[in-house]
């Protein structure tokens, strides 16, 4: 069933890894991302840099280089420096790396639209507002340099978004990093359709 609206409070018990979930994104409260996640999209976050690192070289390869290293910091494997990311509105900007079959792209950098990052219990929700392609999702506690983001892909038309697991096909997994002093990136390695890393870059509104 689809969560397009909030249908009710569950109340977080008294154990540190259990939060409130007012928008049932996730199937259960908590805060560690591996109670959720299935195994191939931990697989994907555990391979994310040599997926980054194959995509960026794709596009390269592609004819692209220019563009890559006009990106700075965004398109660097190793540019994050560590710090959450603030609730707030956003200029969120995507770019496709890596094309995932013949007559795609190796390049694809679209205008920027409106994102949000929200507080959810205690965890953040971030969702893409605009756009034929829509990441909504919970953000996870990661390590130092990053945050987790599980979540799922709203198309088209569609007023809501899946919960995160009802279609593997959906599915969107990423970490948010800050790469400056004001700039943070969503990277999601392997996403389904079209390419084989997608980055958004975050900016504050």
Same mark, same amino acid.
């Given at each position: 069933? !689809?969560?397009?609206?909030?249908?009710?409070?569950?109340?977080?018990?008294?154990?540190? +890894?259990?939060?409130?979930?007012?928008?049932?994104?996730?199937?259960?409260?908590?805060?560690?991302?591996?109670d959720?996640?299935?195994?191939?999209?931990?697989? *994907?976050?555990?391979?994310? !840099?040599?997926?980054?690192? @194959?995509a960026?070289?794709?596009?390269?390869?592609?004819?692209?280089?220019?563009? #890559?290293?006009?990106?700075?910091?965004?398109? @660097?494997?190793?540019?994050?420096i560590?710090?959450?990311i603030? +609730?707030?509105?956003? +200029?969120?900007?995507l770019?496709?790396?890596?094309?995932?079959?013949?007559?795609?792209? @190796?390049?694809?950098?679209?205008?920027?639209? *409106?994102?949000?990052?929200?507080?959810?219990?205690?965890?953040?929700?971030?969702?893409?507002?605009?756009?034929?392609?829509?990441?909504?999702?919970?953000l996870?506690?990661?390590?130092?340099?990053?945050?987790?983001?599980?979540?799922?892909?709203?198309?088209?038309?569609?007023?809501?978004?899946?919960?995160?697991?009802? @279609?593997?096909? *959906?599915? #969107? #997994?990423?970490?948010?990093?800050?790469?400056?002093? +004001?700039?943070?990136?969503?990277?999601?390695?392997?996403?389904?359709?079209e390419?084989?890393?997608?980055?958004?870059?975050?900016?504050?509104?």
């Amino acid at each position: 069933m !689809r969560a397009a609206v909030p249908i009710a409070l569950v109340i977080a018990a008294s154990a540190c +890894n259990t939060i409130t979930q007012p928008t049932q994104m996730v199937s259960q409260p908590t805060l560690a991302w591996r109670d959720l996640a299935s195994r191939h999209d931990e697989e *994907r976050l555990r391979e994310w !840099r040599k997926t980054f690192v @194959d995509a960026v070289a794709a596009a390269r390869k592609g004819g692209h280089a220019t563009e #890559v290293a006009a990106e700075g910091a965004l398109l @660097d494997p190793d540019a994050a420096i560590g710090g959450p990311i603030p +609730n707030g509105d956003y +200029n969120c900007r995507l770019i496709k790396l890596g094309a995932k079959g013949q007559g795609m792209l @190796d390049f694809v950098a679209y205008p920027a639209f *409106r994102c949000r990052v929200s507080a959810e219990g205690r965890l953040q929700k971030f969702a893409k507002l605009t756009g034929s392609q829509r990441q909504v999702g919970l953000l996870f506690p990661g390590d130092a340099m990053r945050e987790v983001f599980l979540g799922s892909l709203a198309l088209g038309d569609e007023q809501g978004a899946m919960q995160y697991g009802q @279609d593997e096909m *959906r599915n #969107v #997994v990423g970490y948010v990093e800050r790469i400056g002093a +004001n700039r943070w990136r969503l990277i999601m390695p392997k996403p389904h359709f079209e390419s084989q890393m997608d980055v958004m870059e975050l900016v504050p509104a």
